[in-house]
């Protein structure tokens, strides 16, 4: 998980952060909200194949819901779903007008989401808004003149708006004027928002929520009148997290709304509706309830479930509990759909595990009814829009309209992406799409992502199953889920076992590990536990009982190393790249905790600029530290949209040609080959570089003066490169032809190393690639180590630059919170032998 730390604000870097980076633009990018991944994937409606969203019929006796991008309705009790909207754009959030007859719905077109209203009678479909804003939460006044919303027109930040009737025209006006809270807050802005407005049942007041004055979370339920003539009650005061949207009950006395908390996953909640209630839990489980709308006559609660995983609608007896799915098995389409029979195929025309996208001649993404669909959190430059994909077991139909369509294949980093286009008659088709072998020459190399989030607080429920089965089509041969909280939650700690596992037919090793969190020091990953989880999860969060910045990752890492982990720091660096001498808070630990031999790794393909993080990282290697490069890529693996896939960034570990086949055993000698550096890290390319016959990890004693070593390297790449270079001590000294489009390389030939130091090969792009979701392709091996004349890799300003670094982090510790000048002590001795370490190798 990240978090934007001041610290990611730091040097002058050795290679700046390429501009093309800019081609991948985020998806809504017009929000000003920080950590889009979060209110993206909780708030922001997104493709699911499931239900995601619903609104109750007047009569009680249907509903309306969101699921494929398409307004849906449903009688109870029946298994046919109606298809009400079928326009170009993606379609959510419903909500029915108080006489039944008009449905206002947000649409996704573009980068943009606007409301629109559907008369229901004559599908005449209107907009209510316009523009380039994100607009949604919709909801009709009990009298059907006005409509609040929620919206980012004003400032890109999220405000509630009403829309009022005039005639046939709507008149749009902010609600409540924009408010800045005084205390600082991780993941939100200083600008307070509002989400989920609901009217009450006489339509004088809103209940929404607010983080005003709030630290941490999205914000307190609270419960306002519309003319604003008094000051905001307080309803619920806890931490939330973008999905607890409140109701009305339709008498008024009580509120409903979703909760986390005591527990892991959202549950349906009541209180009352006036100030001072005593909440209570209304459904119990391990995963979530969301959503919640009351039927008109107050009976009954329909809700969204990801119980089984994916999404569901259940519906509840308010007085008695009983509960009940509705499932939606035939469709009546408002448009002509036909069938799609795909099959992925290895070389032996298997079926074999892969990554698709479907687009149809309409530009919308479609899927598998059953398959969980996801989305790229960038957009795609052709399009406009996020890529939206599926994990396949290789054999799926798929619906959608007949005509053209495109399909495209990935299998992680084994196979060249592949591409077909396929006409799709009004009696549908059939296509088998084989892929080859890329990494046949690299057998003994296996993959492994350094850092993953099976649940994360996403739409979906992942299961250990799920997670295996969506790293098998990656080819991913080890994946790590690094359980971390979301705020005062830990979604995954009841997956922690210190025991590697293959699940059912799964090739993909699993194993449970941690993601420490600090608000200050850094984030450090903590791989191959043997014993627990490091509790608590976190340090440094103000007005709480883990406020003080103690313990510093050095002594996270002295814990982890006692049950033989491996510690890591992971997504270091983004523009710009950090600078000692920059004003402002200074508090990433990574150069002190190398100094004192606690960092086993660090993640330089990862959730960051890879480039900003080689620059620090070439620092320190200057300096005679030898520090292995790895590749993790933050993806949260139940997200509908999401920083990934699972392996999008990953590390590979030379086990032989015999690596072990106990899933604990292959753990731990991947582990251990990480440790002793025999990796490289990636995003697109395998690499094989050799010095000598000394491999990423090796060393090379030389006498004293020039010495002419031979190199060999080789590279497949799933993505164009433009460049593919040889680096010795940070500079480049030689620069390797690419052949086959930018994507395969073979080279011999000499160097020259006449000083201690280090090699590496770098593959890279100056341009982003549409088969690798990330900022740019980019690969680099761990180093090489090379000692001449016995005299160890020394640089005076790379060291003096941690110096003013590790100044900074004494400073910081010196002012900062602390429950015991005890814990003080610690740290800033700590930084003190840090420090003196670097002294020592000026």
């Known amino acids: 998980m990240k978090l934007r730390c001041a610290a990611s604000a730091m040097l002058i870097a050795a290679f700046a952060s390429p501009a093309f980076a800019a081609e991948r633009a985020p998806a809504l990018a017009q929000v000003t909200a920080p950590h889009s991944y979060y209110w993206r994937e909780m708030y922001v409606p997104q493709l699911t194949s499931g239900p995601s969203s619903l609104a109750w019929a007047r009569d009680g006796e249907a509903l309306y819901y969101s699921m494929r991008g398409r307004i849906w309705r449903q009688r109870i009790g029946s298994t046919r779903a109606e298809e009400m909207t079928a326009a170009a754009g993606y379609d959510y959030q419903p909500d029915l007008s108080p006489d039944g007859r008009t449905l206002v719905f947000s649409r996704r077109e573009g980068d943009a989401i606007n409301l629109v209203l559907r008369d229901l009678k004559s599908g005449r479909e209107t907009p209510l808004t316009t523009g380039g804003a994100v607009n949604l939460d919709a909801r009709w006044s009990p009298d059907g003149e006005k409509i609040a919303y929620v919206t980012t027109a004003q400032g890109g930040n999220f405000h509630i708006a009403i829309a009022s009737r005039s005639g046939r025209a709507w008149a749009h006006q902010r609600w409540r004027p924009e408010t800045k809270s005084v205390a600082g807050r991780y993941y939100y802005a200083a600008t307070d928002h509002e989400l989920s407005p609901a009217w009450s049942p006489d339509g004088t007041e809103l209940l929404f929520v607010s983080n005003e004055n709030v630290r941490h979370g999205t914000g307190r339920i609270l419960r306002q009148k519309l003319d604003l003539s008094a000051p905001a009650d307080i309803i619920r005061d806890e931490e939330t997290n973008w999905k607890a949207r409140p109701e009305f009950s339709p008498e008024g006395k009580r509120v409903s709304y979703s909760s986390y908390f005591g527990r892991q996953w959202h549950q349906l909640w009541m209180t009352t509706a ?7 839990p209304f459904t119990y489980g391990e995963f979530d309830v969301t959503g919640a709308r009351w039927s008109s006559d107050g009976s ?3 809700f969204i479930s990801n119980e089984k995983g994916g999404l569901q609608i259940d519906i509840i007896d308010v007085v008695g509990g009983k509960r ?17 029979s795909l099959r992925i195929v290895d070389q032996e025309g298997a079926p074999t595990p892969a990554r698709v996208q479907v687009t149809a001649g309409d530009g919308r993404d479609y899927a598998p009814a059953d398959a969980l669909i996801r989305a790229d959190d960038f957009r795609d430059p052709a399009r406009g829009i996020e890529t939206h994909y599926f994990h396949s077991d290789g054999e799926d139909v798929i619906s959608l309209p007949p005509g053209a369509a495109e399909i495209r294949v990935w299998r992680g980093l084994s196979s060249t992406p592949a591409v077909r286009k396929v006409d799709i008659a009004g009696k549908g088709a059939a296509i088998d799409i084989a892929l080859d072998d ?9 993959s492994g992502d350094a850092h993953t989030h099976m649940n994360y607080g996403g739409a979906y429920r992942e299961s250990v199953e799920g997670y295996a089965q969506q790293a098998d089509a990656e080819a991913l041969d080890l994946a790590f889920n690094l359980i971390v909280n979301k705020e005062q939650r830990v979604p995954d700690i009841d997956a922690f076992t210190p025991a590697p596992v ?26 191959g536990l043997t014993e627990h989880l490091l509790t608590p999860d976190y340090a440094g969060y103000p007005q709480t009982a883990v406020a003080s910045l103690f313990p510093d990752n050095a002594t996270v890492a002295k814990l982890a190393h006692e049950q033989a982990a491996l510690v890591g720091y992971v997504h270091p660096f983004d523009p710009p790249a950090p600078d000692p001498a920059q004003e402002g808070r200074f508090s990433y630990s990574f150069p002190a905790d190398v100094a004192l031999g606690l960092v ?6 990862g959730f960051s600029d890879h480039r900003i993080t080689e620059s620090v990282w070439h620092r320190l290697l200057n300096c005679g530290f030898r520090l292995p490069a790895a590749g993790g890529t933050d993806a ?9 896939p699972i392996g999008l960034n990953r590390t590979y570990v030379d086990l032989g040609d015999d690596p072990p086949a106990d899933p604990a055993a292959f753990t731990r000698r991947w582990l251990d080959g990480l440790k002793a ?11 094989d570089f050799r010095i000598e016959n000394a491999g990423p990890g090796g060393e090379i004693a030389l006498k004293k003066g020039a010495h002419k070593l031979k190199f060999s390297a080789r590279i497949e790449s799933i993505a164009a490169l433009t460049s593919l270079d040889i680096i010795v001590n940070g500079a480049v000294v030689q620069k390797i032809p690419l052949e086959k489009g930018g994507r395969s390389a073979r080279a011999e030939g000499d160097i020259v190393i006449d000083r201690s130091g280090w090699i590496s090969l770098r593959a890279a792009s100056d341009e982003a690639s549409p088969d690798v979701f990330d900022l740019y392709p980019y690969a680099v091996t761990s180093p090489i180590y090379v000692t001449v004349g016995g005299k160890p890799a020394r640089s005076r300003s790379d060291a003096d630059f941690f110096i003013a670094w590790i100044d900074r982090l004494i400073d910081h510790a010196a002012n900062g919170a602390f429950n015991t000048e005890l814990e003080r002590e610690i740290v800033l001795k700590n930084f003190r032998k840090a420090r003196r370490e670097f002294e020592r190798r000026r």
């Open 636 to 644: 949260m693996t139940n997200y509908a949209s999401l920083r990934g």
């Open 502 to 527: 293959r699940h059912g037919g799964a090739k993909a090793v699993v194993a449970q590990a941690q993601e420490f969190h600090t608000s200050i020091w850094g984030h450090l990953g903590l791989l």
């Open 324 to 340: 009940r799915s509705l499932e939606a098995k035939q469709f009546s389409h408002a448009r002509a759909v036909a069938d799609l």
């Open 600 to 605: 086993d790794y660090v993640e330089i393909v």
């Open 438 to 446: 890329l990494g046949r020459e690299f057998a003994a190399w296996k």
């Open 274 to 280: 006036a100030p001072g209630g005593f909440p209570m």
């Open 300 to 302: 009954k609660i329909a």
């Open 677 to 687: 550096g025999n990796s490289f890290a990636t995003n697109s390319a395998l690499l």
